[in-house]
Structures are given as C-alpha cells and as structure tokens.
C-alpha cells in the first residue's frame, strides 16, 4: 500500500486540540501557556508530512451525505415502510412519535384517516384540480425534485389507452369488408399491438412499485375526486389489448379471460357507484366532471369483448349498468345545478347537427368515406405525435413529470399572516399614517385636509 503526503500548516484549532490531548493524558500545562494557546494565534511553523490513507474521504463528501439523508428522511411520511409502519410501533410502544418539519412529518391529523373530498377543492385550482392555490401549502418540500415514483401520477394510464384504442382502430380497417378499397394491411395494427404491451407492462411495473412504496401517495391519488376515475384506465387498457389482438397472434381468446378482466372493473364501480349514489361528500351532483366517463366506457368496452367471444349474459349485464349511469351523469355533468361550479367551455358538449346539411343525398356515401379516411389519419397522427413528444419529454428534456402537489397537500388550510404597520417610526410619519387610517374610508372628508402642514399653521383667508 502507498500513502499519500499532504503538507499542511498547523492552524490554531489543531493547537487547541493538541492542548485537549495533552490534558487527557495527564500533562500538566500552565495557564501561561494555555492562554497563550487560545488567545494568541501561533506564528508560522514549519511544513511536516501527514499520511492520508487512501479509503479516507473529504469531509465535502461526508456533509453531501448528510444533506442527502436528510432529504430523504423528508418524504418518510408517505414511505409504506419508514412511515405508516413505523407510526403503528411507536404506537405500540405506547411512544408518540415526534412532529417536525424536518423529515415531513407535519400532518396535523391521524394519518390513517383520509382527507375529505373538500378538502381537495379547496386547495386545488383547474379543470383536473392538479394547480396547487397560492393560500394553500404542501406537506412536502417544492423547493427540490421527488422521487420518480411521488411524481407520476395514475393518470399515466391515458397514453396507453390512446395507443390501444389505434389498435383496435387499424384492425377493424385491416378486417371490415366495408373498408377494403383502403387495402390496410395488419401489420399496422400488430405494430400499434406490441407497443401498448411495452407501455402497458412498464407502467403497470412503475404504478406496482409506487404502491408498494409510498402507499400514502396512492391512497391520496384514490381519493381524488378526479385521479380516483383513472384507476379504470389499466383495466381498460387490459380490455383494448384484447379487442385488438392480432388475428396472427390469436383468433380466439378464452370465455375465463373476459370474467378476469371484469373482476377489478365490477369491485372499483361497486365502491364508485356506491359513493355517487349514497356518499354524502362524494355524491354525483358534487363530483362530476368530464374524468366520470372512464369509470361507465368500461362497461360498454366488456360489453363489447363479451359480445365478440359470444358470451350473452355478462355483456348485457355491464352494458345496462353502464348506459343508466351513463344516462345520470350526462344529464348531472351537463344540466348542472346553479350551486356547482361552471364547466370550463374547452369541456362543454357540442352537437355536430350542421355537419351534413347542405350535402347532397346521392354523394353523403362517398362524402362519409372521405371524412372516414381523413378523421382516421389525423386521430393516428395525433396519436402518434403525442407519443414521440411524451417519450422527447420523458428521456431527452427529463420534465415529463413535474412534482406532484396535488396530492400533497395539508389537511387543513393555511391560516392568512397578519401584517402590522410598522408605527414605530418617527414621530411624523406614524402621524400621517394614523391620519390615512382615519380618513380612508371617508367620502366627506378631503384627504388632503388631514395631513399636518409643515409649517403647523394654517394659512388664513385674508380679510
């Protein structure tokens, strides 16, 4: 092994610590020269060699890992492990837990409670309440990137039901006979196929991850009044994947794989419904808006995979179900009472009734093919620009995923500072704000008339 040599002077700490040493050791010392150890910095010695073993680090390195630790231990309240769990020893240990603002534990609530459904629109702001209010703040730091996982949301699911849906599209192109002078092949569609499985089974592999690490943050994510209709999203997608399959890859599926899939999508409408109809913060009449219609496509989507594997009573089930919901919501989204709030018009209903009214009767035929082929080619562009441009963001620019302050935010909301007026001055100026203050609110009184003249009297009429 080699040793390096690093010459260094000795300062005056290195002086009061070798006066320390000494004491230990039973080395008496004066108090001439302790004081003069202490107070008097020492004159410039000489240089001697200090060997540095290798496996030494700076002690730069050793604060960077501190100030790491550190922030880390500020996202432990929304870790499964480090946070829930460690809550419920404490507990049992008959110890409570302490409440800094250190390691982001500063929930003033029980942990296990989740928040209300008003709690959300009072601190959120925008059509999908995903803008955090300026008089709100959040439980976790803004000042410093989070962790992957707290910062991509459910809503990921959209991409994959985007592409799905192009492959379902390019299939029913490639195989309908009334779409055959387009002559499409279905290698189109098996492309489309193959990369909704990749994002697909990477999101399901993220999402899996984050629920089992930070819970906290999905539990917040379910109880969204919006993020909470995106749990249908990976089911659906699961349900596009086999609409769309191949003919090459299979022309059959199993009647077992359709009551699979239903499964999770029948528990999630039982607790969804049920809240519509009998929960008193997240009633319908409350909560709808346009994301509602991800948790009802999923009945006509089974319908639709049930009625295609020939199966009669599962489909005509999920199909009634989902078109009396679909009825109430339309009519609770669209008719709403005067209390709610205002949809924004990006998100009002439009009727196309003008679409065809000066068009011939005779060419409506091929006037209705050419609108076919064109609205499909700008859906797949669209499609597939949005893909390029999310993949650009993901990996190229690394901004995809922002931090996530919706589901961060406190249970209760912040409490408005008070600002005092600072009247400890001089004497003349604390006057003149004591006289704005009287006078502001006055419509009688001229302002001009309360402010002291420099002079202290005031000029009279002459006679």
Not at 68 to 91: H, I, M, N, P, Y
């Amino acid at each position: 092994m080699s040793s390096i040599f690093i010459s260094m002077p000795l300062s005056s700490e290195e002086v009061q610590l070798q006066t320390l040493d000494t004491k230990e050791k039973g080395i008496p010392i004066s108090s001439s020269q302790s004081e003069t150890a202490t107070s008097i910095h020492p004159q410039p010695s000489n240089w001697y060699p200090q060997p540095m073993p290798e496996g030494h680090e700076p002690q730069e390195a050793n604060n960077q890992s501190g100030i790491k630790a550190f922030k880390v231990k500020r996202f432990d309240s929304f870790k499964t492990w480090s946070g829930r769990l460690e809550r419920k020893l404490l507990f049992l240990r008959r110890k409570r837990p302490r409440k800094t603002s250190e390691d982001g534990s500063n929930i003033s609530r029980n942990p296990d409670c989740p928040l209300p459904v008003d709690r959300y629109f009072g601190a959120l702001e925008g059509p999908e309440l995903e803008t955090l209010r300026a008089s709100e703040e959040t439980v976790l730091p803004q000042d410093m990137q989070w962790p992957f996982l707290l910062r991509i949301p459910i809503a990921s699911f959209g991409i994959c039901l985007g592409v799905g849906s192009q492959a379902i599209l390019w299939k029913v192109i490639a195989t309908s006979t009334s779409t055959k002078y387009l002559h499409i092949s279905l290698k189109v569609n098996l492309v489309f196929w193959i990369i909704s499985i990749a994002l697909l089974a990477t999101l399901f592999t993220i999402y899996l991850l984050k629920i089992i690490l930070y819970f906290e943050a999905v539990r917040r994510e379910y109880y969204h009044p919006i993020r909470v209709n995106f749990f249908f999203a990976p089911w659906i997608s699961l349900l596009f994947l086999a609409i769309g399959v191949p003919p090459s890859v299979a022309k059959e599926l199993p009647h077992a794989l359709w009551y699979i899939l239903m499964t999770p999508i029948f528990c999630l409408e039982l607790k969804i419904y049920g809240q519509w109809m009998s929960g008193c913060q997240r009633r319908l009449s409350k909560v709808a808006n346009p994301t509602n219609h991800l948790s009802i496509v999923g009945n006509f989507v089974g319908a639709l995979l049930g009625a295609s594997m020939g199966l009669t009573e599962g489909p005509i089930f999920f199909y009634a179900v989902g078109l009396a919901h679909y009825i109430v919501l339309f009519v609770t989204l669209y008719q709403r009472l005067p209390t709610n709030e205002t949809l924004p018009k990006e998100l009002s209903f439009c009727y196309p009734d003008k679409l065809f009214q000066r068009i011939h009767v005779d060419s409506r035929l091929h006037v209705s093919k050419t609108i076919f082929g064109f609205l499909t080619l700008i859906s797949t562009l669209i499609v597939t620009a949005l893909l390029v441009s999310t993949i650009l963001h993901a990996f190229v620019y690394k901004d995809l995923f922002p931090n996530d302050l919706a589901i961060a935010i406190s249970s209760r909301k912040r409490r408005p500072q008070k600002k005092w007026l600072a009247l400890n001055g001089s004497h003349g100026h604390s006057r003149e704000i004591e006289n704005y203050l009287k006078f502001a609110n006055s419509d009688k009184i001229d302002l001009e008339a309360s402010t002291p003249i420099p002079n202290g009297t005031e000029d009279s009429p002459s006679s």
